[in-house]
């Protein structure tokens, strides 16, 4: 025990200076949106503002009206939130259904979505184009079933291994005493998964949330873009970039997802340990 109490410091300067690594990055963009484009380069990039490099708001004003930030803000809240919701109650059912059912076919069904964590997204992605083009999901809301695809596998793994943990006995109980299937699943089921539930809706908000690649892919360009694709839209001609006006829309674009982190993370922890523990 005095041994464990004489190195916790030394693993906490440690990991201190780790997590000051990762978080290094999101400080250098942050004082890069108030300085003028002129002054973010290889030479100048880790200097701090001064009276002749600070611009104050201007890139963020020049940022939010170039990509027209308000609108596509919208649509990458419409992609995530509806996404994220589809996934959490499509694949928490799907795995109680898996876990309650337990015969040959359920565990055919969850072999498929563990291969579907292991599938590489460049095998797929040419397809997926011409598909969600002749199927009509080239829209903020057909992308909802395209997220729902990708990010089944981690959710259904990850609360198969928490109904794993839950006792029969409480359903049992309820289903004896007159609830149905559907009120058992929500009013029982789902309260005790709430951990593994926020710890999902956190990893697959930051992807989701972040994402480049699929929208770009799926979306009709012309009418929908999110925050990652309208950022590409600072770019100039002969390669030139408003890298000032590009942090500040950056800035604008973690917060969100970094105030969803902090709010949540006390789950994160427990969700993702009670999801291990028996899958």
């Known amino acids: 025990m005095n041994q464990k109490v004489k190195h916790e410091p030394l693993w906490v300067t440690i990991f201190t200076l780790i997590s000051l690594l990762w978080v290094f990055p999101i400080v250098i963009i942050l004082y890069n949106s108030f300085k003028s484009k002129t002054y973010i380069s290889s030479v100048y990039t880790f200097q701090l503002p001064n009276a002749k490099s600070f611009v104050g708001m201007a890139n963020y004003t020049t940022g939010i009206d170039a990509t027209n930030f308000w609108s596509v803000f919208w649509w990458t809240v419409v992609v995530t939130?509806?996404?994220?919701?589809?996934?959490?109650?499509?694949t928490s059912m799907c795995a109680w259904w898996i876990v309650r059912v337990n015969n040959w076919f359920a565990k055919f069904i969850y072999v498929l979505f563990l291969f579907n964590m292991i599938v590489?997204?460049?095998?797929?992605?040419?397809?997926?184009?011409?598909?969600s083009d002749s199927l009509g999901l080239n829209t903020p809301w057909g992308l909802w079933v395209i997220y729902l695809g990708f990010g089944a596998g981690l959710a259904v793994f990850m609360f198969t291994g928490v109904i794993k943990g839950l006792p029969a006995s409480i359903e049992e109980a309820a289903m004896i005493d007159g609830a149905s299937v559907p009120y058992t699943f929500f009013r029982i089921v789902?309260?005790?998964?709430?951990?593994?539930?926020?710890?999902?809706?956190?990893?697959?908000?930051?992807?989701?949330?972040?994402?480049?690649?699929?929208?770009?892919?799926?979306?009709d360009l012309n009418k929908y873009k999110t925050i990652s694709i309208a950022v590409q839209y600072l770019k100039g001609g002969y390669g030139s970039v408003d890298m000032g006006s590009m942090m500040a829309c950056l800035v604008l674009a973690i917060i969100p997802i970094i105030v969803f982190y902090l709010i949540c993370q006390k789950y994160i922890i427990s969700g993702v340990i009670a999801g291990a523990v028996k899958g």
């Open 120 to 131: 590489p997204f460049q095998m797929v992605m040419f397809p997926l184009s011409k598909i």
């Open 81 to 90: 939130v509806g996404s994220v919701l589809l996934i959490l109650l499509c």
């Open 190 to 219: 789902i309260p005790l998964m709430r951990p593994s539930i926020i710890s999902v809706a956190i990893l697959q908000t930051m992807w989701i949330w972040n994402d480049y690649l699929l929208p770009y892919l799926t979306l």
